[in-house]
């Protein structure tokens, strides 16, 4: 998968290809198969669901073929784990070969372990904490009841992603959240479960008999027989979890502010942030990192409503219909709340000189001023 002048470019293969996979079902045995698949294309050639599925498909939104939203129903399936596994991300391992990876991954160590020999951070040990209670926890839910957001704890992101490569949690479902109303709104959110909660403890743990070593000697071992093109190297970052291949260079430019529209209309922007303070929003061309966005509401609101910080960009989307196209997804958090008196339009208009505000554009110096 690759970004060439805003447009992402999928790997994969025709529909009377052979090695093409059809439907979801077709994905998960394919899955159970061959044991463990990263969802995007990496430097083993092949290696990825992407590579078997048929570019044009993804994020087409019809369930019957689209791989993206197949990722929802495998999880959902409660055959296949699926969570940040390979290099920090997304993919799939069998329910025969997860307690492979468990043992090489924890290190032989179940969670209370690793905290007793201070091994686990604080921040992990907060979000682990959740689930002696809970079986399963909305993403944006383990966010708040673990500290972290505006004021309290930073990192939740990374957090989570060191305990899927840990396969301490994984993704179980995705669902849409629910505003103050009982009303569901925005895209589904991953929702979180300790593998053991799924497959119980015997089978997750049940490789903890051998050491590690040996559980990455098996799984190495089992890569060279079905990938041998594989290089050592390529075959101890897929194990290991570490390394950055395919990691795309950050922009070394100070942050920038941008005034972003949101249309009500189409996405429910007014109560976005009710019950959490990190959001998926579409991608504006040049947005990265730590830049600030804020949110210009549209009519009948008409007016400035939330300052955010970009916390990550390149989130691969793809949706169009007659009002919107979307390529990326940018995760924004939130930083300030404005009444909807204090920025209108017409203040804009006619204090600042904003006419209009049709896409991601710059903040005059006076704006940020008052912003």
């Not at 926890?137 to 004021?151: P, V």
């Not at 950055?244 to 260079?249: D, H, I, Q, T």
Request: with cysteine.
């Amino acid at each position: 998968m690759g970004n060439e002048s805003g447009t992402w470019i999928m790997y994969g293969v025709e529909w009377d290809d052979p090695e093409c996979l059809h439907t979801v079902q077709d994905a998960i045995n394919y899955i159970n198969e061959i044991g463990f698949l990263p969802l995007f294309k990496n430097d083993i050639p092949g290696f990825s669901l992407e590579e078997r599925t048929v570019p044009e498909y993804w994020w087409c939104g019809n369930p019957e073929v689209d791989p993206w939203e197949w990722r929802e129903l495998i999880a959902r399936s409660g055959e296949v784990a699926y969570g940040k596994f390979f290099e920090k991300k997304a993919g799939f391992i069998s329910k025969k070969w997860l307690p492979f990876f468990t043992n090489c991954r924890r290190d032989g160590y179940d969670f209370d372990a690793l905290w007793d020999d201070e091994k686990a951070s604080r921040r992990q040990k907060k979000i682990m904490d959740l689930f002696e209670s809970e079986d399963d926890i909305y993403s944006n839910e383990i966010k708040a009841w673990a500290g972290f957001g505006k004021g309290g704890e930073k990192g939740f992101d990374g957090t989570m992603t060191e305990l899927q490569m840990k396969t301490y949690l994984c993704v179980r479902d995705f669902r849409q959240r629910k505003n103050k109303k009982g009303e569901f709104y925005g895209w589904p959110i991953a929702i979180y479960s300790k593998p053991e909660a799924i497959w119980g403890y015997e089978h997750v743990t049940s490789r903890y008999s051998e050491t590690p070593e040996e559980s990455r000697k098996a799984i190495a071992d089992y890569i060279k027989e079905i990938y041998p093109v594989a290089t050592e190297s390529q075959i101890k970052r897929l194990i290991t979890g570490t390394g950055a291949a395919g990691s795309r260079k950050k922009s070394s430019r100070s942050p920038k502010e941008w005034l972003v529209p949101a249309n009500p209309k189409y996405y429910d922007i007014v109560h976005a942030f009710d019950d959490t303070d990190e959001i998926e929003w579409k991608q504006g061309a040049g947005i990265i990192c730590d830049d600030i966005v804020y949110m210009y509401v549209g009519s009948p609101v008409s007016a400035i409503m939330y300052k955010c910080i970009v916390t990550e960009t390149d989130i691969p989307y793809d949706f169009e219909d007659e009002n919107l196209k979307i390529t990326a997804l940018m995760k924004i958090r939130l930083l300030k709340r404005y009444e909807p008196k204090e920025f209108t339009f017409e203040k804009l208009k006619e204090v600042y000189g904003i006419y209009a505000v049709r896409g991601p554009r710059g903040i005059p110096g006076k704006l940020s001023e008052a912003l």
